[in-house]
Structure formats: structure tokens, C-alpha cells
């Protein structure tokens, strides 16, 4: 069965290096999004992307914040300078229509020491 | 702003009890709403996804059931096993966006 794949499984990094967490979503699928899950709380939506561009941000979603799709197959969410708080399970998800169900992998889990 | 919020927070059941799970929704405008398992520390599994224009889904031993206008959802579990034991999410997604607004789940726990 087709998913989604996050790589890697845990980004342990520095506060204020950059990181970029990489999702090969499902093939087919037009919408692409991000989500985050800090230790605890609930799931909680980032940003989503269509057509090439982003269709809907959090507030959580600033400017240090990036997403990007270079090739046909990977969609990659960029934090420009990390936080303590940024420290969280980070979910691709994809879907191929808004009526659709989402696809979620299986996560990112990002230390920021 | 939609809110979404899951009773019971925890819920430790023996095996083969039926047993509901719930989640209510501030904002009767879904597109549709989504039943979600977590197991611990790995990513979300999709379970059902309840359209707004239906009044439940149904796969396998799970049933979910919509109600707009009284603004929730329930998933029924039949004959629980100890493989049912993990987080169920429900997330509701906005007339208006694509975005899923999460509850904060039911952690249940099976017994063997």
C-alpha cells in the first residue's frame, strides 16, 4: 500500500542551525502539508501546499519557515534558525483531494539542544 | 476558531467490551471529519473519514457516526482486542480551508 515517507526518523541539532526535514508523499496526490506535534499536545497544523505553492499557514508558520517541493517527488519543510521551542514530531501529510482522506508518515522527531 | 475536544482523555477496557469513544467540535461548518490511531512515539494511521453530508462510516469492527448539528462524533469499537490499545484522534477539517484542527485524543488501553 502506497505512504508517506519522512526522512529522517530523528534531526537532533544546535539552536539557531538550520535544518530541513525531507517527505516523499504519495505519488498521485496534489496536497501536500505539514504538522507538528510537541510532546504532549495536540497535533497542530503548520502549512499546506498546492499546485506549487503554499494555499493556507498557521500562525505558528513565521518567516523562519520554508517549504518546498524541488522535484516530483519530495516536498521538504525548512526551519531557517531553530528554537528550543521548535523541538517537536514533525508530520507530512498528503492527500489527493480536499474531499479525500489525509495520509500521514510516520514523523520527524526534531531535537533542538 | 474551531476547537475540538475527545472524552475521555484515558480509557482501560477488558478485551472484547464494545466501547465509545467521543468528540465534540465547536463549529457545526466541517467539511468532514477524520478518526485517526496513534501509536506511541510513530505517526497517525488514518481509521475513517465521515463526510459532512453522512451520518457515519463503518470498517470492519469501527463505526463512526456525525452529527453537525449537535456538533459530534463518536467511534465505536466492537469486541476490543489488546491490539486496539493506542491513542484515537479525531480531527475536523473547515469548510472555508484544508486544514485538520486535532482533539487531543483518547489513550485507550485494552486488557487482555
Known amino acids: 500500500e502506497p505512504e508517506v515517507t519522512q526522512t529522517p526518523s530523528h534531526q537532533v541539532t544546535q539552536m539557531g542551525q538550520e535544518v530541513i526535514l525531507r517527505c516523499v508523499p504519495i505519488?498521485?496526490?496534489?496536497?501536500f502539508y505539514w504538522y507538528r506535534q510537541i510532546l504532549g499536545q495536540k497535533v497542530e497544523f503548520l502549512v499546506s501546499?498546492?499546485?506549487?505553492?503554499?494555499?493556507?499557514k498557521s500562525e505558528i508558520f513565521d518567516d523562519q519557515f520554508s517549504v518546498e517541493r524541488p522535484d516530483g517527488s519530495n516536498f521538504t519543510l525548512k526551519i531557517r534558525s531553530t528554537k528550543l521551542e521548535d523541538s517537536a514530531m514533525y508530520f507530512c501529510?498528503?492527500?489527493?483531494?480536499?474531499?479525500?482522506?489525509?495520509?500521514f508518515g510516520a514523523g520527524t522527531r526534531l531535537s533542538v539542544l | 476558531k474551531q476547537e475540538v475536544t475527545q472524552i475521555p482523555a484515558a480509557l482501560s477496557v477488558p478485551e472484547g467490551e464494545n466501547l465509545v469513544l467521543n468528540c465534540s467540535f465547536t463549529d457545526s461548518a466541517i467539511y468532514n471529519l477524520q478518526w485517526f490511531r496513534q501509536d506511541p512515539g510513530k505517526g497517525l494511521t488514518s481509521l475513517l473519514l465521515?463526510?459532512?453530508?453522512?451520518r457515519e462510516q463503518t470498517s470492519g469492527r469501527l463505526n463512526a457516526s456525525l452529527d453537525k448539528s449537535s456538533g459530534r462524533s463518536t467511534l465505536y469499537i466492537a469486541a476490543s482486542q489488546p491490539g486496539d490499545s493506542a491513542t484515537y484522534l479525531c480531527?475536523?477539517?473547515?469548510?472555508?480551508?484544508?486544514?485538520?484542527?486535532f482533539g487531543e485524543g483518547t489513550q485507550l488501553t485494552v486488557n487482555p
Open positions: 505519488s498521485n496526490h496534489l496536497y
Open positions: 465521515i463526510q459532512s453530508s453522512q
Open positions: 501546499f498546492y499546485n506549487n505553492e503554499i494555499s493556507e
Open positions: 480531527a475536523a477539517q473547515e469548510t472555508s480551508g484544508s486544514r485538520l484542527t
Open positions: 501529510a498528503s492527500r489527493f483531494s480536499l474531499a479525500g482522506s489525509k495520509y
